[in-house]
């Protein structure tokens, strides 16, 4: 079984910074495909970013490529999503996922593990 934990959520102003980060109890989180993905309350989940196994390959959004990067680091069980030039559409709660597969993917049946989400909320 695998634990996410997600930290760094919380408010900003428009053109602000935050990252987010996500903690692993996988003890295979080095060969799981992690993504990020955002959900407004009444809308559907949205995919934002993902990443494969090895942080050699990503996958962005076009609401937020150029903007938002994610990266991982496979020693400390951490993927990141940092998020520059934030705007007030950006605000949702945040959910990482893991998945059994090595590579990232779009889709969040894809993904087989979630986190309980964290709060962003960007202010005009």
């Known amino acids: 079984q695998v634990q996410l934990v997600e930290s760094g959520g919380g408010l900003v102003q428009a053109g602000g910074s935050l990252r987010l980060s996500c903690a692993s109890s996988?003890?295979?989180?080095?060969?799981?495909?992690m993504g990020w993905f955002r959900q407004v309350p009444g809308r559907e989940r949205e995919f934002i970013a993902a990443?494969?196994?090895?942080?050699?390959?990503?996958y962005y959004a076009d609401s937020v490529k150029g903007r938002f990067t994610i990266s991982r680091d496979n020693a400390k069980n951490t993927v990141y999503l940092q998020m520059n030039s934030l705007k007030p559409e950006d605000t949702a709660v945040y959910y990482c996922?893991?998945?059994?597969?090595?590579?990232?993917?779009?889709?969040?049946?894809?993904?087989?593990?979630w986190g309980q989400g964290t709060q962003v909320t960007v202010s005009s």
């Open positions: 990443i494969n196994w090895s942080g050699g390959s990503t």
């Open positions: 996922a893991a998945r059994r597969d090595s590579s990232g993917a779009y889709f969040g049946h894809e993904y087989a593990y």
């Open positions: 996988g003890r295979t989180f080095s060969s799981n495909g």
